[in-house]
Nanobody, 122 residues
Framework: QVQLVESGGGLVQPGGFLRLSCAAS????????IGWFRQAPGKEREGVSC??????NTYYADSVKGRFAISRSKNTVNLHMISLKPEDTGVYYC?????????????????WGQGTQVTVSS
């Protein structure tokens, strides 16, 4: 059974940092593309950062380039976030798909975690 469990969210001040982790079980992450997505209140879910399987290519949304870094180790995917801004607030989800997607769009990913809340506020 494919399962993704996120952790690491919380409340942080602007300019602060957080590390989100996604633990995968029931499948081998090496053969999957996996990414982080977020959904702010009243907005559509968007791709934040993805790692494309086999190729190892990474994708970052323009709004997070230079501030976020995605990494994969065994069956865990981390999202390191620095210089956080209030607009980074939202529920962050980890998702995976057993193929090479065109990019980092939520509708291309099949398996989803429950999400972890990130709130950037003073």
């Amino acid at each position: 059974q494919v399962q993704l469990v996120e952790s690491g969210g919380g409340l942080v001040q602007p300019g602060g940092f957080l590390r989100l982790s996604c633990a995968a079980s029931g499948f081998t992450l090496d053969y999957y593309s996996i990414g982080w997505f977020r959904q702010a209140p009243g907005k559509e879910r968007e791709g934040v950062s993805c790692i494309i399987s086999s190729y190892g290519n990474t994708y970052y949304a323009d709004s997070v380039k230079g501030r976020f870094a995605i990494s994969r180790s065994k069956n865990t995917v981390n999202l390191h976030m620095i210089s956080l801004k209030p607009e980074d607030t939202g529920v962050y989800y980890c998702a995976a798909v057993p193929r090479v997607p065109a990019g980092c769009s939520p509708n291309e990913y099949e398996y989803w975690g429950q999400g972890t809340q990130v709130t950037v506020s003073s």
